[in-house]
């Protein structure tokens, strides 16, 4: 009876010298899988929310030219984050001074800023937060001025081409 038991005991030990391996490797592929999924989701609830805060416009109630002086003033202490554009537009760097472009357009009630296109890195956009910023600087410019500023009509964006080999370029939806 002692060696029956001492067999049984040698064949578990060898069954887990060899199927341990093969168990944590299937239950690192699980654990691998479920970590995927779950950061496939966080970053597309990430995204649609980015998605909305680029979508956001702001109309400054004042004519073009007015407007673009209190965007200049607005941008005036933070060169290094908002770049005055020679076409006229705006850029927002986060590596590149044109990672976001940001437009002025006419308005029935005056003139809109929007964001015309933005660029992924590590995946996802990373210039909404200084977009905020940038809307809240002008906001608050426009105020000192006494020029009123209002929520515009929101903007949609498509996601184009890749640039790398997994960041794209988003593009304003007409």
């Known amino acids: 009876m002692d060696i029956l ?13 060899i ?8 239950l690192n592929r699980g654990a691998s899988r479920a970590g995927d999924e779950a950061g496939k989701k966080f970053v597309a609830g990430q995204l649609v929310k980015t998605l ?5 416009t702001l109309v400054i109630h004042a004519p073009e030219p007015l407007a673009r002086e209190i965007a200049a003033a607005a941008m005036a202490n933070k060169r290094k984050e908002y770049v005055i554009r020679s076409d006229g537009g ?5 590596l590149e001074p044109d ?4 437009r002025l357009v006419a308005d029935p009630d005056g003139t809109r800023m929007q964001v015309e296109t933005f660029r992924e890195y590590m995946g996802v956009p990373q210039t909404a937060p200084l977009w905020k910023e940038l809307r809240s600087r002008v906001a608050s410019a426009a105020e000192a001025r006494d020029v009123p ?3 515009g009509a929101p903007a949609e964006y498509l996601r184009g081409a890749l640039v790398d080999d997994r960041n794209a370029r988003w593009e304003r939806d007409a």
């Not at 038991?5 to 010298?17: D, N, Q, S, V």
């Open 19 to 26: 199927g341990g391996p093969v168990l944590k490797s299937r």
């Open 5 to 17: 038991l001492y067999i049984l005991l040698g064949l578990l030990i060898l069954a887990l010298i």
């Open 90 to 94: 705006y850029g927002i760097r986060f």
């Open 52 to 56: 909305g805060e680029f979508g956001t």
């Open 99 to 102: 990672d976001t472009i940001v």
């Open 149 to 151: 500023v209002a929520e």
